[in-house]
């Protein structure tokens, strides 16, 4: 971890006001949430579903603070990251196991940053050369983080801290002043769910949870292991406000785009990258809007790049138990990343991109019910977390939030298996739109997600075991 070291930041926990201990961290796992293609998600879900599925937005973001909120508690209580804990406490196949969810949900983080600049920069400027466009972006995102990494650790957190919440705030204020009349509606409270929709909740719930995250938020938050006492509880209040600041600014992002997409959706409906195109469009309505929007893009870029590094390092130190220098997390993700995306744009143009961004929240979600268990696990085991384990209600929170997540995963498999929805003929490859995945890989993921999330639940951790013994 000392090659990574370097790249932490007061943000990350070493700061020496309570505001930046607790809401640096957050601010820079919350970036990994405003990429451009959970915005198309939001968009293509509301234009396509209107309100129906609001509801459930809301129980999955709800569902990404406890998530995150356990984490961080995690870290400063046990003074350890989510990945060493699950190195002691599991056999080393499921290690393998996690530590290949993490770095799939890292890769398809990288994926989405890289596409959605390169349709951010279609959107702004009308350019018709993808691949130029994704090799400009790989380059100039991924250039940042690296040169930063050489600088002053103190100087770079708070670089990246005040980053961090300038991109936040600014998007989340240049939606409400272009859409200062979105209403609140009140039939949200009757989620409606049909074979057409399995796609987009399955996309959505991939966009308010992300697996890698889990072990991010509690690596940068391990130097706070220092705080003892009663300053220790009050961290936890601490980090609890700061997400609960950053995630309801999240789900306000995507209620507006949403709210925005359902009302332009009289006239268009996002079924192609076009249509998102020119939905996007009457939703920015503002001629600067879009370049704006791209700059936000290449902000959170760079904290998305640069938090993947971090997680990286811990993933492949104590999940797969291989030590690799620093310029490799910097590079081996990013180039897997750019090589996937540049194929895509190759074969489909922009349409490529626009599918790409729509599959790889699914692969996501397949990938959050098994790896929130050792989250919930660790953080409810009273030889691990002593006197701060979960409280008896909490776990209850705990335990429906998971229901919730493969509940999702099972409509899913059950769509993709049996239903005849739209999206389900188009990976059997019935129809002439492109396919990214094909059929039997997405049946085989989307089964064994479920199989090894039913093998977590009824696998103990090993303190629990020699307790017991």
């Known amino acids: 971890m000392d090659g990574v070291r370097c790249i932490e930041s007061p943000a990350a926990g070493d700061a020496p006001h309570n505001s930046f201990r607790t809401l640096g961290p957050t601010l820079l796992v919350s970036m990994g949430y405003l990429d451009f293609g959970k915005w198309l998600v939001a ?12 509801l ?8 990404a603070i406890l998530c995150q909120y356990l984490s961080s508690c995690i870290g400063i209580v046990t003074g350890k990251n989510l990945a060493e804990i699950c190195h002691q406490e599991y056999d080393q196949k499921i290690c393998v196991v996690l530590g290949l969810q993490a770095g799939l949900s890292l890769l398809t983080s990288e994926l989405t940053m890289i596409a959605g600049i390169a349709v951010g920069f279609n959107l702004a400027f009308e350019s018709n050369d993808p691949i130029t466009i994704v090799c400009f972006t790989s380059v100039v995102i991924n250039t940042l983080p690296y040169t930063l990494s050489l600088l002053d650790k103190r100087k770079t957190g708070m670089f990246n801290a005040y980053l961090s919440g300038f991109t936040l705030v600014c998007f989340v204020l240049g939606l409400l002043v272009s859409h200062p009349k979105t209403h609140v509606n009140t039939n949200v409270m009757f989620p409606k769910l049909s074979g057409e929709s399995a796609y987009s909740l399955m996309a959505l719930l991939g966009t308010n949870i992300i697996v890698h995250n889990f072990y991010t938020h509690s690596s940068v938050v391990q130097v706070q292991r220092r705080f003892r006492g009663h300053i220790l509880g ?6 609890l406000f700061s997400i609960l600041f950053a995630f309801s600014g999240i789900f306000l992002v995507n209620y507006i785009l949403l709210s925005s ?7 268009t409906m996002a079924i192609n990258f076009q249509d998102a195109r020119q939905i996007m469009n009457q939703v920015f309505t503002n001629p600067v809007a879009p370049i704006v929007l791209l700059v936000i893009l290449l902000f959170s870029g760079h904290i998305v ?12 130190e104590n999940l797969f138990g291989v030590k690799l220098p620093l310029f490799t997390h910097h590079l081996l993700p990013k180039v897997f990343a750019m090589i ?9 143009g922009f349409e490529g991109l626009y599918q790409l961004l729509m599959v790889c929240p699914i692969i996501q979600a397949m990938l ?12 409810s085991s009273r030889l691990l977390m002593g006197r701060y384990r979960i409280s008896l209600y909490v776990e209850i929170l705990s335990f429906l939030a998971f229901l919730l997540t493969p509940f999702t995963n099972i409509i899913f498999a059950a769509e993709v298996l049996f239903g005849d929805s739209t999206w389900t003929n188009d990976l059997k490859g019935n129809t002439e739109n492109p396919i990214l995945l094909p059929y039997i890989v997405v049946v085989l993921v989307s089964c064994a ?8 639940a009824v696998t103990p951790l090993k303190s629990a075991c020699n307790e017991a013994e």
Not at 43 to 54: C, H, I
Not at 234 to 239: A, E, Q, R
Not at 261 to 267: G, L, Q, R, W, Y
Not at 449 to 456: H, Q, V
């Open 43 to 54: 968009v293509e879900a509301g234009s396509r579903f209107g309100y129906d599925l609001v």
């Open 56 to 63: 459930l937005v809301l129980l999955f973001n709800l569902s």
């Open 234 to 239: 009050s961290l936890f209040h601490d980090h």
């Open 261 to 267: 997409a359902v009302d332009e959706s009289k006239t």
């Open 305 to 316: 790049s640069m938090t993947c590094i971090i997680g990286s390092d811990v993933i492949s």
């Open 340 to 348: 996937a995306t540049i194929y895509h744009a190759k074969v489909a």
């Open 368 to 379: 959050i019910p098994s790896s929130m268990i050792p989250v919930f696990r660790i953080s």
């Open 449 to 456: 997600s479920i199989g090894c999330a039913l093998f977590l």
